[in-house]
């Protein structure tokens, strides 16, 4: 069975840090591109980082540049998102997914993603 699980969510104050995983089973990682989503209560998702199969492409949405930092450890068959200097906005159920692609760049379309985790909770609050 394919899967991927996310973990790490948690409630943070303004200010701290959280590492979220995203680990996959039943495939490899090694030939997806991974993006970590999020979706904040009566918003739509949106992408928030992706990074390419090897690791060399990352993509960050403007609001969390300088801020989180995705990274990947094919070895360990898993993904993760460091996140700092985290603010309230940034509450959301975070999603990771899996696209299946031969390109270079990874994307934040996520009708494009074949598999998807799911989610985990982070809440920025004092």
């Known amino acids: 069975q394919l899967q991927l699980v996310e973990s790490g969510g948690g409630l943070v104050q303004p200010g701290g840090s959280l590492r979220l995983s995203c680990a996959a089973s039943?495939?490899?990682?090694?030939?997806?591109?991974i993006g970590w989503f999020r979706q904040a209560p009566g918003k739509e998702r949106e992408g928030v980082s992706c990074?390419?199969?090897?690791?060399?492409?990352?993509k960050y949405t403007d609001s969390v540049k300088g801020r989180f930092t995705i990274s990947r450890d094919n070895a360990k068959n898993t993904v993760y998102l460091q996140m700092n200097s985290l603010k309230p906005e940034d509450t959301a159920d975070y999603y990771c997914?899996?696209?299946?692609?031969?390109?270079?760049?990874?994307?934040?379309?996520?009708?494009?993603?074949?598999?998807w985790g799911q989610g985990t909770q982070v809440t920025i609050s004092s």
């Open positions: 039943g495939f490899t990682l090694d030939n997806y591109h």
């Open positions: 990074i390419n199969r090897g690791g060399g492409s990352t």
């Open positions: 997914a899996a696209r299946r692609t031969f390109l270079d760049m990874c994307v934040f379309d996520s009708t494009s993603y074949n598999y």
